[in-house]
């Protein structure tokens, strides 16, 4: 019963964002204050129901209820609680239902936080978003819906796949999606500048934070994804380059891209077209990538049950949604333009060659994840792409950008002269190349030029990031939180780089075999099992070792990795054990059994890989910072812009 | 996620006596493991050849992986060829080669350089030259222009700070 | 001008190449053998240990080799359709027991039927290396020189044997003539 009521809800929600597309755009176009009215209340329901729908199948998971088809695939009566609530999210129909919940959550909030922008303009954006909930809920009703019945229903359910019985399932997805489908909103924006035929810095300055606040999430969802790659799937990657993932970081860059686009079109009124085309194009990627991964038409580890006919519908839907936004531009983008100029080397300059590479870098991705699908759909054959390729392509862009990066944060707008940073940026330089040396000869006794190379750049960014908010504060200048959020993301992208380069440069491992009592070394440490032991956990039994590893005589510590075997899905998982370290992590997974007592092992030694999630976390904390400046929570002050549109009729 | 296959003996189907010798029977039984420090152990060069060559090749089970990371069985007995044929004395490429004489391009993880993929391994260095011209023309024409403020700017969007 | 049309004239090739690749089977892989020659193995036989065979009693007349395991549902599936085939008696089914157990797979074609003229053990998977196997059942066509006509991977159904194994079978006979 409660399924059909959720189920209905659902209904009821596709109704009211019809409504609020239609009076959304309509009332916007045709200045009626009561359409907008009657499309503001629209979200208010939207939302209610949407999440209604959502706690219905919550229920369904958290009674048992195995009559429900999705709930009988994915949970199990041995299922720990915890894992029963995340596991409404853990396939196809449910995570889609997740989307449709965090859509409609932005709407909500975009139609909460509007008091400083014209009536108008914020109903073109929620009549936008609510056409992109249209399209996700008749997605969910007609080809993907969890609420379907199973007859007769199951004794039992099939249990969650145990890849994702881990803390890590209940923030990553969501963390994810907040990103993904929060472009939605600089991409609405978009849309209902290009619908209104006015594009300016005041438009600029509401997109800003919400385009910051999307990427944030979207940042810490990947690197959420990346840290339960890495503990939980036993072998100590932590970047498989595989689709899936692939198809999260696309949108990242291209983000990213827009980020500093939008600081451009704010503050000179240049890159209009950039920014717009930036705009369609991260949540597109967002879009894509959601195609992607349920059609079947990559291949990955991480796909969705494939699905032509599911794949037939988001293709159709993406063809819509990007095609008519594209068209759109096509048509409105010309009328754009600016007289403005930039000196060549300034602030506008530097940003538009980060672009630039970022976009290349956007572009490389795209097609190596793409181009096996595209030989086989010509017919000439079967290759693979992966991390050889990725490895390689990925740094031809990137270590440039750094190197700009460090320099480009200080350029000012029109014309950069530096002046006295001048001198700040070179010392950076100096310190940098020195302690990049310093670590990678007398800590890790290597001399690999390209080591040396990537940790100087990274610390050169590190440090030059730091060197504006410190002059401002010794001068007495204000400091705006969207300086700090800029230095603060900088700099967390300079710790990120620092862990990438030095874990996969300096990092040891083995797979060898031990027997309870036998020990061996790595990289410094000792590591010896002890003894193995079974042990029982609710829906597993499982082989545990007990390592303990020492350094110079001195116990470091004692892990415990096991071998699980879960009782419903008869499948086998190694669970690693990890000591964490700032400065290093070490890693035991275990293999097979090998006969005799004896195991095979894998063990590992990864200095700093904790550097590349700090990084990312850092990077995020400087979005959100920048986010808050005081800035964008002005009330819209009576500006001659805002008089001319009232009168001026829009497209 | 692609499992690899499993053998359903009798001895498997029935539950005989704790789980633990249930599972540990399972796995005897084929013994596939991730390698130990049996292979080539007295032979450096061997080895690190061996590490070098199991990265290159795909694990056709478990796709993305190599068969140095998959604990598949097809990947074990790929590991097997890789072994036998280092330890016959054939050169690196003769090793690659008998794959995907059996198995395609797909087979070698690392898109092999030919005509077919000439796009692929320029796109990187083809991007940014693409990028860079367009940018560089459009800095060109804009250091020209006068760089007074765009009309539409709002007057307290000209402050002094750099963000 | 034009120049705004190069998003959504991209975007347009890109949809194209998604809307053919729908449809496109992801999973198999293009055999590397077609045309080529057979690979050459000689195994014990599953049901007689003392036993040879191998693809030299084959030498001369056309064959189809059926990779199965007793381990391997999707053989489970194809089993009647392959001993259906075998009773039209159009051509001799030769099975390479592929990764498996040899009590086992004699328990198997005991209890299921066998509609091998005779089936090779390969415990090790060498011969399936050789020929390209990575997962089973997958059915090979082999013409009277031993060359490798045709592969099909995934269960065998009655349909394709007539669309795919069948035409190619007539047509290598016919060329003999």
């Known amino acids: 019963m409660i399924v059909e009521l959720g189920h209905f809800a659902l209904i009821l929600a596709l109704c009211l964002t019809l409504a609020q597309a239609f009076f959304g755009?309509?009332?916007?176009?045709?200045?009626?204050?009561?359409?907008?009215?009657?499309?503001n209340r629209a979200v208010a329901g939207q939302f209610v129901f949407t999440l209604f729908s959502f706690a219905c199948l919550a229920y369904a998971f958290n009674q048992n209820d195995f009559s429900v088809l999705y709930v009988a695939q994915n949970s199990n009566s041995a299922l720990p609680a915890f894992y029963r609530f995340a596991a409404v999210w853990g396939a196809h129909e449910g995570s889609l239902l997740l989307w449709l919940l965090v859509l409609s959550m932005w709407t909500v909030a975009v139609a909460a936080f509007s008091n400083n922008m014209p009536q108008v303009m914020t109903s073109r954006?929620?009549?936008?978003?609510?056409?992109?909930?249209?399209?996700?809920?008749?997605?969910?009703?007609?080809?993907?819906?969890?609420?379907?019945?199973?007859?007769?229903?199951?004794?039992?359910?099939?249990?969650?796949?145990?890849?994702l019985q881990d803390p890590a399932l209940a923030i990553h997805p969501p963390m994810l999606y907040t990103?993904?489908?929060?472009?939605?909103?600089?991409?609405?924006?978009?849309?209902?500048?290009?619908?209104?035929?006015?594009?300016?810095?005041?438009?600029?300055?509401?997109?800003?934070?919400?385009?910051?606040?999307?990427?944030?999430?979207?940042?810490?969802?990947?690197?959420?994804?990346?840290?339960?790659?890495?503990?939980?799937?036993?072998?100590?990657?932590?970047?498989?380059?595989?689709s899936v993932e692939n198809a999260s970081f696309m949108p990242w860059l291209m983000g990213t891209a827009l980020i500093h686009s939008l600081a451009v079109t704010e503050k000179r009124g240049l890159f209009k077209s950039w920014t717009l085309l930036l705009s369609i194009g991260a949540f597109s990627l967002s879009l894509l990538?959601?195609?992607?991964?349920?059609?079947?038409?990559?291949?990955?580890?991480?796909?969705?049950?494939?699905?032509?006919?599911?794949?037939?519908?988001?293709?159709?839907?993406?063809?819509?949604?990007?095609?008519?936004?594209?068209?759109?531009?096509?048509?409105?983008?010309?009328?754009?333009?600016?007289?403005?100029?930039?000196?060549?080397?300034?602030r506008e300059s530097f940003i538009l060659m980060n672009n630039v590479l970022l976009l290349a870098a956007t572009g490389l991705i795209l097609i190596g994840t793409l181009y096996p699908v595209f030989l086989d759909a010509l017919h000439l054959g079967k290759i693979s792409v992966g991390p050889p390729y990725f490895n390689v392509a990925f740094l031809i862009p990137m270590l440039p950008l750094v190197v700009m990066l460090a320099i480009g944060m200080h350029a000012a707008w029109k014309r950069a002269s530096f002046g006295r940073l001048k001198h700040q940026i070179i010392a950076a330089l100096g310190i940098a190349i020195v302690v990049g040396v310093l670590i990678t000869t007398a800590i890790y006794g290597s001399h690999s030029v390209l080591t040396t190379l990537g940790i100087s750049a990274a610390l050169w960014v590190l440090f030059s990031a730091l060197i504006e908010p410190v002059q401002r504060l010794r001068n007495g200048h204000s400091l705006p939180a969207s300086i700090i959020g800029m230095s603060v993301a900088h700099f967390g992208l300079g710790l990120f780089i620092i862990g990438v380069t030095t874990v996969e440069s300096y990092k040891h491992e083995t797979d060898l075999s031990l027997r309870p009592g036998q020990s061996t070394q790595l990289a410094g440490y000792d590591f010896k099992m002890n003894s193995l032991r079974n042990v029982t956990g609710p829906?597993?039994?499982?082989?545990?070792?007990?390592?303990?590893?020492?350094?110079?005589?001195?116990?470091?510590?004692?892990?415990?990795?096991?071998?699980?075997?879960?009782?419903?899905?008869?499948?086998?998982?190694?669970?690693?054990?990890?000591?964490?370290?700032?400065?290093?992590?070490?890693?035991?997974?275990?293999?097979?059994?090998?006969?005799?007592?004896?195991?095979?092992?894998?063990?590992?030694?990864?200095?700093?890989?904790?550097?590349?999630?700090?990084g990312a976390i850092v990077m995020a904390l400087g979005g959100l910072i920048g986010a808050c400046d005081r800035r964008y929570r002005q009330r819209a002050t009576a500006t001659a812009s805002d008089a001319a549109s009232a009168t001026v009729k829009p497209a | 996620m692609r499992k690899p296959p499993r053998r359903k003996s009798l001895l498997a189907q029935s539950l005989c006596g704790s789980l633990l010798a249930l599972t540990l029977t399972l796995f005897m039984q084929f013994a596939h493991a991730i390698d130990t420090e049996a292979v080539f152990p007295d032979n450096p060069e061997l080895r690190q050849r061996y590490d070098y060559l199991i990265h290159q090749l795909r694990c056709l089970q478990c796709r993305s992986e190599t068969i140095a990371d998959s604990n598949a069985t097809l990947a074990a007995d790929f590991r097997r060829q890789v072994r036998e044929s280092l330890a016959a004395g054939k050169s690196n490429e003769e090793i690659l080669k008998f794959m995907t004489d059996r198995y395609g391009d797909y087979v070698l993880y690392n898109p092999p350089f030919k005509p077919l993929t000439w796009l692929l391994w320029s796109a990187p260095v083809l991007l940014i030259l693409i990028g860079g011209t367009c940018a560089g023309i459009v800095v060109v024409r804009r250091s020209h222009l006068p760089d007074n403020d765009s009309p539409d700017l709002n007057p307290d969007e000209l402050d002094q700070g750099a963000s | 001008m034009l120049r705004y049309l190069i998003p959504i004239g991209l975007f347009a090739a890109l949809v194209g190449f998604f809307f053919v690749s729908l449809h496109r089977d992801k999973e198999t892989l293009p055999s590397a053998l077609i045309g080529k020659t057979a690979p050459a193995f000689h195994l014990s036989s599953v049901q007689d240990p003392t036993k040879q065979v191998g693809t030299s009693d084959f030498a001369g007349h056309p064959y189809v080799l059926n990779i199965w395991g007793s381990w391997c549902i999707g053989c489970r599936e194809e089993h009647a359709v392959l001993l259906q085939i075998a009773k039209r008696n159009e051509v001799p089914l030769f099975g390479l027991n592929w990764k498996d157990e040899r009590d086992a797979a004699q328990q198997w074609l005991q209890q299921l039927g066998n509609p091998y003229t005779e089936s090779a053990f390969d415990p090790e998977g060498r011969a399936g290396i050789d020929w390209g196997a990575y997962g089973a059942p997958e059915t090979f066509l082999v013409d009277a020189n031993g060359t490798i006509l045709h592969k099909h991977v995934a269960p065998m159904t009655m349909e394709i044997w007539e669309r795919e194994f069948l035409p190619r079978l007539r047509q290598a006979g016919a060329q003999r003539q």
């Not at chain 1, 699905?307 to 519908?313: C, S, V």
């Not at chain 1, 993406?318 to 100029?341: E, N, T, V």
């Not at chain 1, 006969?595 to 904790?610: H, N």
């Open chain 1, 179 to 242: 990103g993904y489908v929060g472009f939605s909103v600089p991409f609405a924006f978009a849309i209902a500048a290009m619908l209104e035929g006015k594009l300016d810095s005041s438009w600029a300055r509401w997109v800003r934070p919400w385009t910051n606040v999307a990427w944030l999430f979207l940042t810490v969802g990947i690197a959420l994804g990346s840290w339960w790659a890495y503990y939980e799937l036993g072998w100590g990657g932590w970047w498989f380059w595989d």
């Open chain 1, 289 to 346: 990538g959601t195609f992607l991964v349920r059609s079947g038409v990559i291949e990955s580890v991480h796909a969705f049950a494939s699905d032509p006919g599911r794949g037939l519908f988001i293709l159709v839907f993406l063809s819509i949604a990007i095609g008519g936004a594209l068209s759109l531009y096509a048509w409105r983008a010309p009328h754009f333009k600016s007289d403005a100029g930039f000196a060549l080397i300034s």
């Open chain 1, 125 to 163: 954006v929620l009549g936008v978003l609510g056409l992109i909930s249209v399209g996700f809920a008749l997605f969910i009703l007609m080809t993907s819906s969890p609420f379907e019945r199973l007859w007769p229903a199951a004794v039992d359910g099939r249990d969650l796949n145990p890849v």
């Open chain 1, 539 to 614: 829906n597993y039994d499982a082989l545990e070792a007990e390592v303990v590893i020492s350094r110079d005589g001195k116990q470091v510590t004692v892990l415990h990795p096991q071998k699980r075997n879960y009782r419903v899905q008869k499948s086998a998982m190694t669970e690693a054990g990890i000591d964490a370290g700032w400065d290093r992590d070490l890693f035991v997974a275990m293999g097979e059994p090998l006969g005799d007592g004896a195991w095979s092992l894998r063990l590992q030694y990864k200095p700093l890989v904790r550097f590349i999630w700090l």
């Open chain 1, 25 to 39: 755009l309509a009332g916007a176009h045709y200045r009626r204050p009561h359409w907008i009215a009657v499309a």
